[in-house]
């Protein structure tokens, strides 16, 4: 067999791994949330997610000064619901607000928000499944050597929550005080997105 043959044969067998982890990837994730605690763990840590965003893009806000003390309670704006305020940040057509937090409701906001948080969460699942795999593979010892058996799969797992922390850091207020991020902000998001699927589909093969 020449080299152009070999290689091609490589080539597609990296292929059709690729593509037996992301089909397989939905079975592993029901496997990995078949846990009570990990769905809880998975569902607490995908609300705060979706809370970290929408206030990183302003939607929701807070104020010890209480600056909406004498602003309407209600207001609607529902003609606005697709104008653009920046790439993949939309005006808010419904302010529902307090003399000390505000709410600023984008529907679509919300939906691209809840998107993030459900990979996130998808991902410490399937992170916390591989970690208590990892913790049953391990020999029983004691002490800190049980734990440094499981912190690598641990680590790893969650690291994948990295880049949607990122993406907060990008939409939000520090785009404000960080001007070279305004320009990548196009990029924050679909790269997000494609790293939290790309980390579930990787998390998954270790289970």
Not at 92 to 105: I, K, M, N
Not at 128 to 140: G, I, N, Y
Not at 176 to 184: E, G, M, T
């Amino acid at each position: 067999m020449n080299r152009g043959v070999a290689a091609l044969s490589r080539v597609g067998d990296a292929w059709d791994g690729v593509v037996h982890a992301v089909v397989g990837t939905p079975s592993r994730l029901r496997t990995a949330l078949a846990i009570p605690r990990r769905r809880r763990i998975a569902l607490v840590m995908s609300v705060v997610m979706l809370v970290a965003y929408l206030a990183a893009i302003g939607d929701l806000a807070f104020s010890v000064s209480g600056r909406w003390a004498g602003a309407p309670v209600v207001q609607a704006a529902w003609e606005r619901l697709f104008s653009v305020r920046a790439p993949y940040l939309f005006e808010p057509v419904l302010a529902v607000r307090t003399p000390y937090a505000a709410l600023f409701l984008s529907p679509v906001n919300a939906l691209l928000g809840a998107l993030v948080a459900a990979l996130v969460g998808a991902n410490v699942a399937v992170a916390l499944a591989v970690r208590d795999t990892s913790a049953c593979r391990v020999p029983p010892t004691r002490g800190f050597g049980r734990l440094l058996g499981v912190l690598p799969a641990f680590l790893l797992g969650f690291a994948c929550c990295v880049p949607a922390f990122l993406l907060a850091l990008g939409t939000g207020a520090a785009a404000a005080v960080l001007p070279f991020v305004v320009p990548l902000r196009p990029v924050f998001y679909p790269l997000t997105l494609v790293l939290l699927g790309g980390a579930l589909v990787w998390g998954g093969r270790r289970l």
